[in-house]
């Protein structure tokens, strides 16, 4: 099992609508949790950080985390085109070095 | 401007010829790691250091050295590199914390042919 599982995609949402980017993660003693976009042939930029149970609002993205679950999501309202990235999801498992990054969703936000 | 530095962005070498890639931040934080970006693998960290003369290995450190002789700069050496290492190569830093996500630098692609 992978320690950090999204689904690859490619996600297609169009313009406007709410875009659902899911994270599963594997070790119950991970503390804290990273949402990053990567834009083709770019670094990866950090969106939001959350590291409490429940809801985090930045603007139009919202941060979910279930720890009982051991699930994480990130939502992106009224998707633009210029949202069409990869997103990582990355967790940091309480240890000075493990901040493990999943493969990455590819969104694609259509006009 | 708050960034990490790495250079150079693209490297085409030959199997065995030792290089480095260095990194520098300018934030004056005390992590900074290295990370191999693959399709379909995602990044992997390599090394990563918690300070000065700090340093430890990631899930994939088989062939890479680094050093941290200073804060601000974390080079990564290939002694003898090989075709699997050729990749995208990110330098990251972050502050102490574990609310603190990390801050990439643009990325080296490397060739080893």
């Known amino acids: 099992q992978k320690e950090v599982e999204q689904n690859s995609g490619p996600l297609s949402v169009p313009e406007g609508a709410i875009a659902s980017l899911n994270c599963t993660y594997s070790?119950?003693?991970?503390?804290?949790f990273f949402w990053y976009r990567q834009y083709s042939g770019k670094s990866p930029e950090l969106i939001m950080s959350?590291?409490?149970?429940g809801d985090k609002e930045d603007g139009r993205f919202t941060a979910q985390l279930n720890k009982a679950s051991q699930y994480v999501s990130l939502l992106i309202r009224d998707s633009q085109p210029s949202d069409s990235a990869t997103y990582l999801c990355?967790?940091?498992?309480?240890?000075?070095?493990?901040?493990?990054f999943g493969s990455g969703t590819q969104l694609t936000v259509l006009p | 401007e708050a960034q990490v530095t790495q250079n150079p962005r693209y490297l085409i070498t030959v199997t065995g010829k030792k290089l480095t890639v260095t990194c520098s931040q300018n934030?004056?934080?005390?992590?900074m790691s290295w990370y191999r970006q693959d399709p379909g693998l995602g990044l992997r960290q390599i090394y990563y250091?918690?300070?000065?003369?700090?340093?430890d290995k990631g899930d994939v450190p088989e062939g890479y050295k680094v050093s941290r002789k200073e804060k601000r700069n974390f080079p990564l050496i290939l002694e003898s590199p090989s075709p699997n290492q050729t990749s995208l190569y990110f330098c990251?830093?972050?502050?102490?914390?574990?609310?603190?996500?990390?801050?990439f630098g643009s990325g080296t692609r490397l060739t080893v042919v």
């Open positions: 990251a830093s972050r502050k102490n914390g574990l609310d603190y996500g990390y801050t």
């Open positions: 070790d119950r003693v991970s503390q804290s």
């Open positions: 959350i590291y409490s149970n």
């Open positions: 990355a967790v940091n498992r309480g240890s000075a070095r493990q901040l493990t």
């Open positions: 934030m004056n934080h005390e992590y």
């Open positions: 250091s918690m300070n000065v003369e700090v340093t």
